[in-house]
Structure formats: structure tokens, C-alpha cells
């Protein structure tokens, strides 16, 4: 049955994980993240589902022990923070080229390098344009709260299954850290089933099968290439989601992910009670991402001030959906350092309608 908890955000992760009915993690402890690991290793889930949960001796090791239990069609996962990825990162192009299912957890710090480990949305491109070698595409979900984060594990290992590609869950240490009361979902069995592309030995009957990304032949690769890119365009086409608020009368749009949405929310309840109309859209998918949505409100609005922890990653992404058509603004936060609401409200009056 249902439960209610108040949880930190890494640890409702974790214990969404083993109801999610993963069958394994594999992971290294890096800050901000690293009660993930912690939380299950104290869980002993494979006493409760029979979840293997290792400590790898390093992030290449655990992105390849998921890409190995990816490969046997089992529910695999890792989780890191922004350095770690950017070492699992060949691993997850090896995944995406074999056409594996994996979920990926990257609760961001601050850099470029080692930098903070203060929260921070500085990987928005790595996750979103790619990150990797070779063109693929990772299904990235973005929460803004605990309860979403839980329910976007178990969203993510059923995306992963459904189209055989990783999906990655891009939070931060604001949601990563913080505590919220969530309604965990009731455990999910481990499956037994074994998939036909999965590699679980030759038995009398079962063809040949083999998972690889190598393919030496550029007619072959270029096979690939085209199946993997009609596969994105149908995630493109079904998997969209997104959030709207108070965007029926707005006369200007805030749009911004993640826990910058949470305060984003707070500073457009300010610019209302000044008499501003203004709006925001959060997008819960980065990949696919939410372009129509923001295309359809740029014929309604004056303009648009994307928010972010960053240096102006996604705003590209809004400005590639707008077209012109209205003034598009970015208002940013970085290193670890977090917007406050008068700040996001005074970049609104200064940079779009007074601008």
C-alpha cells in the first residue's frame, strides 16, 4: 500500500528504487548524491526484493557493471553528481548505442571541474544535447520536488524499458538535500521476464543474440544511426510533459526547470500582486522538450525570461522554439549560488518589459 514519509530527497530516491523493483544499482559516492548509496546499502534491499546494490571501485566501473546488467535486461541504475557523470559519460554512449535500458541519476553541483558542491543546473547541456561521443539522445527528466523525484524513478525505468534508451533524472542539491513530505507507491515485484534482445545465454529454441555498439561498417553505423534518430523523433512525438501556471491571461512567461521553478513560482505570485500578468512554464522533460508549448504561449505574450542556475543553457532552447517572434531574456544564478524571488522580479521588470 501506499505510504506517507518525510524523506530527503536522495534517500525518497533510493527507496523508490527498490519499489520501483530494480534489479540492481551501482554507484560511487560523490557530494551531493551520496546518501543514495548510503540509504541502500542500510536498506539491505536484496534481503527485502533480492536488488543487488555495489559499490564500484569508480564511476567508469558502475556505468559499465549497469551497461553489463543493461545488457541481461535487468533494471539497472547509477546515480553521481556532475564530475562523476562526466566519467560515466562514455559508458552511457556505449548504452544508448547498444539500445539498453538503464536509469541515470545526476544530482548537479557547481563547476566546470571538481567546482561546489552547492546546487546548480550546469549540466543542462551535458544531459540534453548529449554529452557523449556520437549522436544519441538520453529521455532527461527534470523534478522540482521530492515527490516528483520519486515518481519519476519509477517513470524512468518504465520510459527506458518501453524504448530500450537510457533516461536520465537531472535534480540538484536543493532537491537532492532537502526534506518533503511524499507518498511513496507500493512496492513493484522484480520482473522475470527476460527480454528476446537480452543476453542471457543460447538456450534450444532462442536465436543468437548479440549487444554491441560497434559496428565497423559505415552502412551498418549509419543503420543505427537512422533507427536511433526515428526513435527519438517518436519519444519527441509522445513523451512531452510540462506544467503550466496562470499562463491563461499572461501578458509575459517565465519558463524554468527544477528547483529554479520553485522559486520562479514565488517571484511570479510577487509580480501578480504588483499587478503583472505573468506566467510560467516548467518543463518536466528536457529531452524531448516542451518546444510547441512555448511556441503557442510566444503568440500570446510581450515576452520571456527563462530562469536558471546556470550561464544560459536551456534559454537556447527557448529561443529555437520562439523564433523571434518575442523578446526572450535569460536570468541566471551560477557556481552553486542560488536566485532569490527579487531578483528573478527585478530581472523581469529590467531586462523584458522595461528592456
Not at 560511487?28 to 546518501?35: A, G, N
Not at 512496492?187 to 560497434?214: F, I, M, N
Request: a neutral charge.
Amino acid at each position: 500500500m501506499k505510504e506517507l514519509r518525510l524523506m530527503k530527497g536522495n534517500e525518497a530516491l533510493a527507496e523508490a528504487a527498490i519499489r520501483a523493483g530494480a534489479d540492481a544499482y551501482f554507484g560511487y559516492p560523490i557530494t551531493p548524491q551520496s546518501e543514495v548509496i548510503e540509504y541502500l546499502m542500510t536498506e539491505n534491499p536484496v534481503e527485502r526484493t533480492g536488488m543487488v546494490v555495489l559499490q564500484a571501485e569508480s564511476e567508469v566501473a558502475a556505468i559499465n557493471m549497469v551497461y553489463g546488467a543493461a545488457g541481461c535486461g535487468k533494471k539497472a541504475m547509477t546515480s553521481s553528481s556532475s564530475p562523476g557523470i562526466s566519467l560515466k559519460m562514455e559508458g552511457i554512449s556505449y548504452i544508448a548505442g547498444a539500445e539498453l535500458p538503464c536509469l541515470i541519476v545526476n544530482v548537479v553541483r557547481g563547476g566546470p571541474g571538481l567546482g561546489t558542491i552547492q546546487p546548480s543546473q550546469s549540466d543542462y547541456f551535458q544531459a540534453v544535447k548529449g554529452g557523449g561521443h556520437g549522436d544519441y539522445k538520453l529521455l532527461v527528466l527534470a523534478p522540482a520536488t521530492v515527490q516528483e523525484t520519486v515518481d519519476f524513478v519509477k517513470l524512468g525505468f518504465d520510459l527506458a524499458f518501453k524504448y530500450r534508451n537510457p533516461v536520465m533524472i537531472l535534480s540538484d542539491g536543493i532537491i537532492g538535500q532537502m526534506m518533503e513530505k511524499v507518498e511513496l507507491f507500493e512496492q513493484v515485484p522484480r520482473s522475470t521476464e527476460q527480454p528476446e534482445w537480452a543476453t542471457v545465454g543460447k538456450k534450444p529454441g532462442r536465436d543468437h543474440v548479440v549487444v554491441t555498439s560497434l559496428q565497423l561498417q559505415s552502412e551498418e553505423q549509419e543503420k543505427v544511426n537512422l533507427r536511433l534518430q526515428a526513435k527519438y523523433r517518436v519519444i519527441e512525438k509522445n513523451e512531452i510533459r510540462y506544467e503550466t501556471y496562470l499562463t491563461d491571461d499572461a501578458e509575459y512567461l517565465f519558463v524554468s526547470f527544477g528547483s529554479a521553478a520553485r522559486i520562479t513560482r514565488k517571484a511570479m505570485e510577487m509580480a501578480r500582486a504588483k499587478g503583472i500578468k505573468v506566467g510560467l512554464l516548467r518543463p518536466q522533460t528536457l529531452f524531448p522538450y516542451p518546444y510547441e508549448a512555448i511556441k503557442k504561449l510566444a503568440d500570446q505574450v510581450k515576452g520571456i525570461l527563462t530562469v536558471e542556475m546556470n550561464a544560459g543553457q536551456m534559454v537556447e532552447d527557448v529561443r529555437l522554439a520562439v523564433n523571434g517572434k518575442v523578446k526572450v531574456e535569460h536570468f541566471g544564478r551560477f557556481g552553486g549560488m542560488i536566485p532569490n524571488p527579487d531578483e528573478i522580479l527585478n530581472a523581469l521588470e529590467q531586462k523584458i518589459i522595461g528592456g
